[in-house]
């Protein structure tokens, strides 16, 4: 089965300075990896998706994430941090079915608070 | 606008009422999810209907009833639920291709409150 983790509950950056959340998957092939934001009070919106296409997927909003078979990793960046990228983000695998397809149920990590300070 | 809009977006209930959430999806998908998200735990996937039919039921207790009467809506009926039961519940829909990657798109979510 695939699973995500992140690996670090809250971050703490100041404005203008670089973004990194982390994740690892667990998956016993290449799988597609998602990241979703959720500011307060509002629902879950995506902000980039993996399918295999590319390991460097660039997202909304500035933030990009790599990729990393060698270390099971799919890390979130951005250069330069901004007050209202303060939310939480999930990184997120879907969950495969019979024949190796996916129709929109996903598994999601614990999740990663940012806040940034001004 | 995400184009998954959920009724209502807050809800105060006691523990003999029974309510219901609404979720209207406007983006012609064929598959519809029930999620619960509850504080410092991840979020938790408690119904998937595909095609109008429910298709999975994640150990849900019996006064969660959900329905799904066309592609377009989603209903979470609640009945003598328990203080634990307050949550945050996120609708979503996504569009079964067949294919691998297949995102979901969420509403905004009913800050539900058991009392």
């Known amino acids: 089965a695939q699973s995500v983790t992140q690996l670090d509950s809250h971050v703490s950056v100041s404005e203008g300075t670089p973004v990194l959340l982390r994740c690892n998957y667990s998956?016993?092939?290449?799988?597609?990896l998602f990241w979703y934001v959720q500011h307060p009070n509002k629902g879950l919106q995506l902000l980039l998706k993996y399918t295999s296409a590319a390991t460097l997927v660039k997202g909304i909003n500035g933030f990009e994430a790599e990729f990393k078979k060698s270390e099971t990793s799919f890390h979130l960046t951005k250069p330069s941090a901004h007050m209202s990228d303060a939310a939480e983000y999930f990184c997120v695998v879907p969950v495969s079915r019979a024949g190796g397809t996916s129709y929109g149920k996903l598994t999601f990590g614990q999740g990663t608070i940012l806040t940034v300070h001004p | 606008e995400t184009g998954v809009t959920q009724t209502p977006r807050h809800l105060v209930m006691g523990m003999t009422n029974k309510k219901s959430l609404k979720c209207e999806q406007h983006?012609?998908?064929?598959?519809m999810y029930w999620y619960k998200q509850s504080a410092k735990k991840p979020l938790e996937l408690m119904f998937v209907?595909?095609?109008?039919?429910?298709?999975e039921n994640n150990s849900v207790p019996s006064r969660f009833s959900p329905e799904c009467p066309n592609s377009s809506h989603l209903f979470l009926h609640l009945h003598t639920l328990q203080p634990e039961d307050s949550a945050l519940y996120l609708c979503?829909?996504?569009?079964?291709?067949?294919?691998?990657?297949?995102?979901?798109?969420f509403g905004q979510g009913t800050r539900l409150t058991v009392v």
């Open positions: 998956s016993s092939y290449s799988p597609s």
């Open positions: 979503a829909s996504s569009q079964d291709t067949g294919g691998w990657g297949t995102e979901a798109f």
């Open positions: 209907y595909s095609l109008e039919e429910r298709v």
């Open positions: 983006l012609g998908h064929n598959a």
